[in-house]
């Protein structure tokens, strides 16, 4: 079936750096969204993109569907930054059920 | 932003009977999801809704699961008879449009145990 792989599956940031979370795909996908969990369980919305770039403060996404990625960017990252961040992705295919990324756990500390 | 609010938080029963989760979604949505989360893997699709009806389900949303979301109140997934591996979040999620050209809004989830 359609696979969406994130990596890293776990990172640490050090309090005003920066760093970059991946997601691959296997197949063709329509459409990529990018979620924060906060610590109450709930799913933030970051992004969305159909094609290109989009920049929200410190947050920067891209997605190539020809190419099959989509990255999101964190620079000078703070400690509120904390959390587990899923992509979650649209196949052209599949109608319109996302398929979601194993998730990246983001520690930032001071 | 939109808030979607899944009502109960956590939810414990005994195998074999019948459960209803509750989403309100954001009131001017209208595409309604539901997705499901075992412990320790990934958040997969169940069903998806529209207009009153199931647009599409997954091989997860079994015979025994049915949505539906009466006079526009609570968009509602009951489980009947309930069966141990059904115990995982169950997310909702709304969105105005499609996925395919609108972003889904997610609750934050109702934890359910079965026993």
């Known amino acids: 079936g359609d696979q969406v792989e994130q990596s890293p599956s776990a990172l640490s940031l050090h309090e005003g750096t920066g760093s970059a979370l991946r997601c691959n795909f296997t197949?063709?996908?329509?459409?990529v969204q990018w979620f924060r969990k906060n610590s109450r369980g709930s799913l933030i919305n970051l992004f969305y993109?159909?094609?290109g770039t989009k920049e929200n403060g410190r947050l920067k996404s891209a997605f190539d569907s020809k190419e099959r990625y989509s990255t999101l960017h964190i620079r000078d990252a703070q400690l509120e930054d904390s959390g587990t961040y899923f992509c979650?992705?649209?196949?052209?295919?599949?109608?319109?059920?996302?398929?979601f990324g194993q998730g990246t756990i983001l520690k930032v500390y001071l | 932003g939109p808030k979607v609010l899944q009502i109960p938080s956590h939810q414990i029963i005994d195998m074999g009977q019948m459960v209803t989760l509750n989403c309100d979604p954001v009131s001017n949505h209208l595409y309604f999801y539901w997705y499901k989360q075992i412990l320790g893997q990934q958040m997969e699709f169940l069903v998806n809704f529209y207009n009153g009806k199931v647009m599409e389900k997954s091989k997860l949303f079994k015979d025994q699961f049915s949505v539906e979301r009466p006079d526009g109140s609570y968009f509602t997934l009951k489980i009947q008879p309930t069966a141990l591996e059904d115990s995982a979040v169950y997310f909702c999620?709304?969105?105005?449009?499609?996925?395919?050209?609108?972003?889904?809004?997610f609750g934050a989830g109702t934890r359910l145990s079965v026993l």
């Open positions: 999620a709304s969105s105005r449009l499609g996925t395919s050209q609108n972003t889904l809004y």
């Open positions: 979650a992705a649209e196949a052209t295919s599949s109608g319109q059920k996302l398929v």
């Open positions: 197949t063709t996908m329509r459409a």
């Open positions: 993109l159909a094609s």
